[in-house]
């Protein structure tokens, strides 16, 4: 489904007027199917003036994406809409517009609008993040918010320490920041935190100290495990310096269980769903890392449910509709209720 048009200048590429993967379930191949992974060394213009409806998660793909692009040594632009349209809002709000500084400057980060998102090369940078984030937190009406900042700290360390890629761009040796992304949003009656980064990948990362995977979906899964991680070396050699190393996704994963939320892990070729019932998953054609996970607020009406394809659907309920529904589900298989908003 690439948009990608030939121009003289060199190629375009179009979204569509609804750029989102909430699309009433949620569907990461309906966004990253509009990036061409293949361009290397031409102009790539994105063109945004005809999209209406976004999420704040799929603009920080996009930048990755354009990330992406220079690091293979294309020359990226961005074709606005009006200045008035929620997309240009949108992007103005998470100071987008300052993508291509902020990967080549050391310290530059995005302005800290109403979406908060922050920009991570290094390790260092995520302690500011994690005091940003637990301040965002205790206003929010939620229970937990000490398990929810602990959840945030383990996921930040591991995407700024396992995603780190290094690359030479513009004649400057950089590393590639990863994106963490956190907000509350009252009409899904959910906070969402989103992780991205452009590393190797879990499969790969893993697959330096334990064996060879059969598939991407089976090296995230073994991730989940405790003490899986690449930081440890072979039995013969010491354990890397943090003696916590490998428990990062275990614990994360196994909390966020708890609080009744859901994590979707996306590496390159797959992607799994832990809810608190289960752990699911699919195929992907994507050359990032994502993982994004959903917290329920105080006194939610809605319930996310699976359909027959796999897809998560969110479904706004009152809470006579939702014992009802509870109560059909038991006697039929073709919807399975996964976890309450």
Not at 205 to 228: M, S
Request: aromatic letters at 12%.
């Amino acid at each position: 489904m690439s948009m990608t048009i030939a121009t003289d200048e060199g190629f375009s590429i179009r979204l569509p007027r609804k750029f989102t993967f909430m699309r009433g379930y949620i569907d990461f191949d309906y966004v990253l199917a509009f990036f061409d992974w293949s361009l290397h060394d031409v102009a790539v213009q994105i063109d945004l003036s005809t999209c209406e409806n976004t999420n704040f998660q799929a603009l920080a793909l996009l930048i990755q994406y354009a990330w992406h692009l220079s690091c293979r040594g294309c020359r990226v632009t961005f074709k606005y809409g009006l200045s008035s349209s929620t997309l240009t809002k949108m992007m103005h709000a998470i100071g987008a517009g300052d993508w291509h500084e902020i990967l080549l400057a050391d310290g530059r980060d995005f302005g800290y609008g109403a979406s908060k998102t922050f920009a991570l090369p290094r390790r260092a940078d995520v302690q500011n993040t994690i005091n940003r984030a637990r301040q965002a937190i205790g206003t929010y009406k939620v229970g937990f918010p000490d398990y929810l900042s602990y959840i945030i700290s383990e996921l930040l360390y591991n995407a700024t320490e396992h995603g780190r890629m290094e690359a030479h761009v513009e004649g400057a040796d950089i590393v590639l920041p990863a994106i963490f992304q956190f907000g509350k949003y009252p009409f899904l009656n959910r906070l969402i935190f989103f992780f991205s980064d452009l590393g190797i990948g879990v499969k790969r990362h893993l697959e330096q100290i334990y064996e060879a995977f059969p598939t991407h979906q089976d090296a995230i899964k073994y991730a989940l495990k405790p003490n899986v991680s690449g930081n440890f070396r072979k039995q013969s050699m010491p354990y890397a310096p943090r003696n916590n190393a490998g428990m990062g996704l275990a614990y994360s994963s196994s909390m966020l269980k708890r609080l009744k939320g859901d994590m979707y892990i996306v590496s390159y070729g797959g992607l799994v769903h832990v809810s608190p019932e289960d752990v699911t998953t699919s195929l992907n054609t994507v050359h990032l890392s994502i993982l994004m996970a959903f917290r329920m607020l105080i006194g939610g009406k809605g319930m996310l449910c699976r359909g027959r394809s796999g897809k998560l659907l969110i479904l706004r309920l009152t809470p006579r509709k939702l014992r009802r529904l509870r109560l059909e589900t038991t006697r039929s298989s073709s919807i399975s209720p996964s976890t309450a908003l």
